[in-house]
């Protein structure tokens, strides 16, 4: 079982919809969430991060946590054509002493006009 | 520029040659972690340093690789003896907590 998994894609959304992004971990204590967008061709950028159950909002950006199953979600309002990149999940584990950070394999989303 | 900066940007070597690559963090960051990512695939942990301590490294690490952060400031990763399976994007990031923030990488073409 990988550390955090996510579907690879692609995800293909029309503009103006809601993108819905999943990310599952196996690490059942694991305390902290990221997630980054990835352009093509460019490096990882953080746009979320959630500690805690529940739902985080920035902008048209919303991370939802829930530790008891294990699930991190992303969502995204009112996509755009700038939104199409490839979304990376990330966690921190329990069992690294140091502050290892763990990424999925992405998924890559693609907003069609 | 006050983000993290890599050097070089790319890197053609051929197989069996030692490389050397650099990474500038952020000037007030104390963490540095090194990635490598490779198409299609999520960055793949390879070490962290808090200030010049090497804290982990990747039990998936070949011995061929070795990163120092001398004085807690700019670090290097060295690769010896490249293998055609070292071919990748290698990333450098640093943080004052868990946010990371990446730079431009090194991509490593080993031929």
């Known amino acids: 079982q990988k550390e955090v998994e996510q579907n690879s894609g692609p995800l293909s959304v029309p503009e103006g919809a809601i993108a819905s992004l999943n990310c599952t971990y196996s690490?059942?204590?694991?305390?902290?969430f990221f997630w980054y967008r990835q352009y093509s061709g460019k490096s990882p950028e953080l746009i979320m991060f959630?500690?805690?159950?529940g739902d985080k909002e920035d902008g048209r950006f919303t991370a939802q946590l829930n530790k008891a199953s294990q699930y991190v979600s992303l969502l995204i309002r009112d996509s755009q054509p700038s939104d199409s990149a490839t979304y990376l999940c990330a966690v921190k584990p329990t069992y690294s002493s140091a502050s290892k950070i763990i990424f999925g394999s992405g998924t890559r989303l693609s907003i069609r006009p | 520029d006050t983000g993290v900066s890599q050097d070089p940007r790319h890197k053609i070597t051929k197989r069996g040659q030692n490389v050397t690559f650099r990474c500038d963090p952020i000037?007030?960051?104390?963490?540095l972690y090194w990635y490598r990512q490779t198409l299609g695939q999520g960055p793949e942990f390879l070490t962290y340093?808090?200030?010049?301590?090497?804290?982990?490294k990747s039990r998936l690490l070949s011995d061929r690789f070795s990163a120092e952060r001398p004085k807690g400031s700019f670090s290097t990763l060295e690769i010896q003896r490249t293998e055609q399976g070292d071919s990748a994007m290698y990333l450098c990031?640093?943080?004052?907590?868990?946010?990371?923030?990446f730079g431009s990488g090194t991509q490593l073409s080993v031929l």
């Open positions: 340093f808090q200030n010049e301590a090497q804290l982990e």
């Open positions: 690490d059942r204590g694991s305390q902290s």
């Open positions: 959630i500690y805690s159950n």
């Open positions: 990031a640093s943080s004052l907590d868990e946010k990371l923030f």
């Open positions: 000037s007030e960051h104390n963490r």
